[in-house]
């Protein structure tokens, strides 16, 4: 969000032609499978959205060749950047790139410690590439360096994320507590 959304990389000062829009058209045009109902705010949700990312950010930011420019996106004189990283797409994408590979390989369910040592690689260039932009680490960043030694003792993330507490929590709260009573023996019982 920080990087892409709040540095301004999708402005639409063009109407139907502007970046905001191809990226809207990009996202819209997608057939979710059911699953999925809304754009991300969970890190399940943010995972999917990884898998079409590279295809959506290539097609809102390519120039008439098909490439994407390492040039930073038009900016009107009333628009106000407040992030101070670099705002070059290609560079960007490039960081991107290897932070999709990453999430996509760490989250199958079935890896080996070579395969796990080879992706953490890619992360770390996705972290380095992410530093030499100006964008700073947070500590989601830090922790993600340690995926190698948390498959080596847990297994695959498959086996420990938390996407499934995180689906039933937010199934929790859609239930409607007023129907909800205890007793004096602390049972929860649904009327």
Same mark, same amino acid.
């Given at each position: 969000?920080?990087?892409?959304?709040?540095?301004?990389?999708?402005?639409?000062?063009?109407?139907?032609?502007?970046?905001?829009?191809?990226?809207?058209?990009?996202?819209?045009?997608?057939?979710?499978?059911?699953?999925?109902?809304?754009?991300?705010?969970?890190?399940?949700?943010?995972?999917?959205?990884?898998?079409?990312?590279?295809?959506?950010?290539?097609?809102?930011?390519?120039?008439?060749?098909?490439?994407?420019?390492?040039?930073?996106?038009?900016?009107?004189?009333?628009?106000?950047? $407040?992030? %101070?990283? =670099? *705002?070059?797409?290609?560079?960007?994408?490039?960081?991107? /790139?290897?932070?999709?590979?990453? !999430?996509?390989?760490?989250?199958?369910?079935?890896?080996?410690?070579?395969?796990?040592?080879?992706?953490?690689?890619?992360?770390?260039?996705?972290?380095?590439?992410?530093?030499?932009?100006?964008? $700073?680490? %947070?500590? =989601? *960043?830090?922790?993600?360096?340690?995926?190698?030694?948390? /498959?080596?003792?847990?297994?695959? !993330?498959?086996?420990?994320?938390?996407?499934?507490?995180?689906?039933?929590?937010?199934?929790?709260?859609?239930?409607?507590?007023?129907?909800?009573?205890?007793?004096?023996?602390?049972?929860?019982?649904?009327?």
């Amino acid at each position: 969000m920080f990087v892409l959304f709040n540095a301004h990389m999708f402005p639409g000062t063009d109407g139907a032609n502007s970046l905001k829009q191809c990226f809207l058209d990009a996202i819209n045009s997608i057939f979710w499978p059911s699953h999925v109902t809304r754009l991300p705010k969970k890190a399940d949700e943010w995972r999917c959205l990884l898998t079409v990312s590279l295809v959506v950010l290539w097609l809102a930011w390519r120039d008439e060749r098909d490439d994407i420019p390492d040039t930073e996106p038009p900016v009107s004189a009333t628009e106000v950047i $407040k992030t %101070t990283h =670099s *705002h070059k797409r290609k560079s960007l994408y490039d960081a991107i /790139l290897l932070l999709c590979a990453s !999430v996509r390989m760490f989250t199958t369910r079935k890896i080996s410690m070579a395969q796990a040592q080879a992706v953490q690689a890619y992360f770390k260039n996705y972290c380095r590439r992410l530093l030499a932009l100006g964008v $700073k680490p %947070t500590i =989601s *960043h830090h922790l993600s360096m340690h995926f190698v030694d948390m /498959l080596k003792h847990f297994g695959p !993330v498959y086996g420990w994320w938390l996407f499934a507490f995180e689906r039933f929590n937010g199934m929790m709260e859609k239930i409607n507590r007023s129907l909800a009573r205890f007793d004096d023996d602390t049972d929860c019982n649904i009327l």
